[in-house]
């Protein structure tokens, strides 16, 4: 199982960025895939959740309204679009799964909100 994240950088408070995760060694359509990110200093927080079928989602409340995330279950990708961004948003962003009983991350990617 491989999850590679990429499309980050840095970005000036409310513009966007879409990240993307490119999923391989797995079944990727028969599983949900999640988002987390991870500030200097913090903790890893769960950011948003999509369903196998892509049509459950959930989003914390920190991120609600502004970022939305979609599968492509044909292409084996997922993707995090993220509007209005916020200093606070600044971290790296990981794509996981949980794919046969196992825990599975990316390497993340740096996004960086800042003027």
């Known amino acids: 199982v491989q999850l590679v994240e990429s499309g980050g950088g840095l970005v000036q408070p409310g513009g966007s960025l879409r990240l993307s995760c490119a999923a391989s060694g797995y079944a990727f359509s028969s599983y949900g895939m999640s988002w987390y990110r991870q500030g200097r200093g913090k903790e890893r927080e769960l950011v948003t959740s999509?369903?196998?079928?892509?049509?459950?989602?959930n989003y914390a409340d920190s991120v609600k309204g502004r970022f939305t995330i979609s599968r492509d279950n044909v292409r084996n990708m997922g993707y995090l679009q993220m509007n209005s961004l916020k200093p606070e948003d600044t971290a790296v962003y990981y794509c996981?799964?949980?794919?046969?009983?196992?825990?599975?991350w990316g390497q993340g990617t740096q996004v960086t909100v800042s003027s």
């Open positions: 999509i369903s196998a079928t892509g049509l459950s989602r």
């Open positions: 996981a799964t949980v794919a046969r009983g196992r825990d599975y």
